[in-house]
């Protein structure tokens, strides 16, 4: 045996070895601790880009079910750093796994061990990310999948579930209900359990997104993490924590958890310095991945934090959303509203002074943004707008068109619809050029219009007040 299953809480030492994973003494979810000191790794080539190529720290599983989980690419984004005022930034892309999303790597593991155990029905309490990929693994295991959610799931998550042919049923209106709801399902014996809050293998899974980035860039000085229940951020930092046992890194990097403020607990916790105990709060927020009143797992995304020597924030839906668009603008990756709290959290930490401009960070995009609708309806709405005159000023259309490389009188009036005078679109462009707004210059007898700096910059405030209100 090369490891045990031990509370992280009061020290208890399992006897059993899954999969019912909460300590019998005082209910936290058990932590794999392997014999680190006599693990022969490294980080030499495999054949396997995935996550099973770090299987001698991974608890055995006999048989996988894998859809190609892990090996995601570590960007470098150097556009959206010069814009937020960072020498570089990494962003973890989670986006390519096989369900987009990095619960793959948890679903993968949970499911291969259920195949493992001889079980034929799995349930899990689920935002959607997991729901979705357990009903993918399913899918590939011949399982019968039962995904619980509550009312307030991203409509792209439940069509992930029901194309997968997972058993969908609603209850309650955050996570808190639905786990409770797993609670009385689990009295069947014949299933198992797959609920993240109850499953260690969700955190064994989770970690080998260090492995992967220390392999490519060594340690980061900072790792920016959603939070919803806890878990993730802490799988993280148990990776590191188990390089350094394995002498593979000296130096761990700074953790930060972010919640979006309309639903902050974990952020209150660690300002008022308490390990438990959670304030009544109404809940409010875009952000449905890391929308959890309760979280289970805030012992242990307090004691990443804490023991790394970082921080929690929260941000709010407003910060989410523009980070949301910088992102997929500088970047072109569209993550989903999650994700892009660790890029709005990672822009007020810089101004604050707590983040250095030099300093090497990882931004981790759980997820992709095609799973939101609401930001899907928000963006197409926004992208409508455009071609119709009366919702939004003339001249801020035509600020708009020669962003995107309309140039000359003729073609800007056929992009606008023609239902306006091609006289008068010349008239707004002159009071533009009176502005200082936009330049022309003439070339074989056309007259080519272009954005002035002064130009870009008013174009971008509106914009971003158009996001606001
Ligand atoms: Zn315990």
Known sequence: MTYILKCPKCGNVSKEMGPNYLCEKCGTLLEYVYDYKNIDFNFEPTRNSNIWRYEKILPNIRRRITLGEGGTPLKIAEDLARKIGLKTIFLKDETLNPTNSFRDRAAALMVSQALDYGYKKIVCASNGNLGASIAAYCAKAHIHAKIIVPKATHIGKLAQMFIYDAEVVEKGETLDDSLIFVKRILTDKNFYDATAEHNSLTIEGQKTISFEIVEKMGTPDWVIVPMGSGGTIYSLWKGFIELREMDILENLPHMVGVQ????????????????????????????????????????????????????????????????????????????EPASASTIAALSNLLNEGIIDKSDNVVCLITASGLKAPYVLEAIIRRGKKISFRKSLGVKLQI?????????????????????????????????????????????????????????????????TLILLF
């Open 399 to 463: 600020l708009k068109l020669l962003d995107m490389g309309v140039s000359y009188g003729y073609e800007l009036w056929k992009a606008l619809g023609k239902d306006i005078s091609i006289q008068a679109v010349y008239q707004h462009l002159n009071e533009l050029e009176e502005k200082e707004l936009v330049k022309s210059d003439w070339k074989e007898r056309r007259k080519y219009y272009q954005l002035t700096e002064k130009g870009k910059h008013v174009l971008n405030l509106l914009e």
């Open 260 to 335: 979006a403020e309309g639903c902050s607990p974990i952020v209150k916790m660690f300002l008022n310095k308490k390990d438990s105990g959670f304030e009544k709060m109404s809940i409010n927020t875009q952000a449905l991945a890391i929308l959890v009143k309760n979280p289970a797992n805030s012992f242990l995304a307090l004691k990443a934090i804490k023991n790394s020597n970082g921080i929690a924030v929260a941000v709010s839906d407003n910060q989410i959303m523009l980070a949301e668009k910088l992102l997929a603008k500088t970047e072109g990756l569209f993550a």
